[in-house]
């Protein structure tokens, strides 16, 4: 089956400038998450959406990020403005009603 | 709150030597453990869980994991470590299994170096 894709692989802005990733989980799998991991830290959640619902957003820093999952299946996340702070690798992931996560191969942002 | 802990940053071990990762967990109720492999510019993959039952579970690549509740544990093993197991280790602990339930918490991953 095909797997989780994300765009881009790799992205450059400077501080203060906005970026926008996207996700396409695996067909039929109604949970999504966006992961953020720093460079020697382990993947944190930012947000969980099962279908369009959103489960979990606790750790998402809600002045400057934003995500949202239409019609339940592709999803974006948005950084506005972006800070240094947030160079990271972003990961999406998904998975069925009742099984472990599959992950894409995330999102290096890179804030100068 | 539940967390993950992998005590040991990086592992180095010979090629045919056998291997352990340690992961050690702080949950409430009952625990759902994840063993994930990172290499270089991918993503995370899959390499085995714990849900209920037997507490050895085995995995891809050859990889297996001992649930141990006593000692709240879930330490990776593999009898003969490959050069080409080197990658980054991640342990997670989540609250469910599937659905609304599974958001994963990692632990920091420790970095298994095996030399030929």
């Known amino acids: 089956e095909a797997g989780v894709a994300q765009s881009p692989r790799y992205k450059i802005i400077e501080k203060r400038q906005s970026v926008a990733f996207w996700c396409n989980p695996i067909s039929g799998h109604a949970t999504l998450y966006w992961y953020q991991q720093i460079l020697g830290q382990g993947p944190k959640l930012l947000i969980q959406?099962?279908?369009?619902?959103?489960?979990?957003d606790s750790q998402l820093p809600k002045d400057r990020f934003s995500a949202e999952r239409l019609k339940g299946v592709d999803s974006t996340l948005k950084i506005q403005p972006a800070k240094l702070e947030d160079s990271a690798v972003y990961l999406c992931?998904?998975?069925?009603?009742?099984?472990?996560?599959?992950f894409g191969q995330g999102t290096r942002l890179t804030v100068v | 709150a539940q967390s993950v802990a992998q005590p040991e940053d990086q592992v180095n071990v010979a090629e045919g030597n056998p291997l352990t990762v340690k992961c050690t967990y702080s949950v409430s109720g009952n625990p759902y453990l994840f063993w994930y492999v990172q290499y270089p510019n991918r993503g995370l993959q899959f390499l085995l869980k714990y849900i209920t039952g037997d507490n050895l579970v085995k995995g891809s690549y050859g990889f297996e994991a001992e649930f141990n509740k006593s000692q709240t544990s879930f330490h990776l093993k593999k009898p003969s470590a490959l050069v080409s197991d080197s990658a980054l280790y991640f342990c997670?602990?989540?609250?469910?299994?599937?659905?609304?339930?599974?958001?994963?918490?990692f632990g920091t991953g420790t970095l298994l170096a095996v030399q030929p």
């Open positions: 997670a602990v989540s609250p469910g299994y599937g659905g609304a339930t599974n958001k994963l918490i």
């Open positions: 959406f099962q279908n369009n619902g959103v489960v979990d």
């Open positions: 992931a998904s998975s069925p009603s009742r099984g472990h996560e599959f």
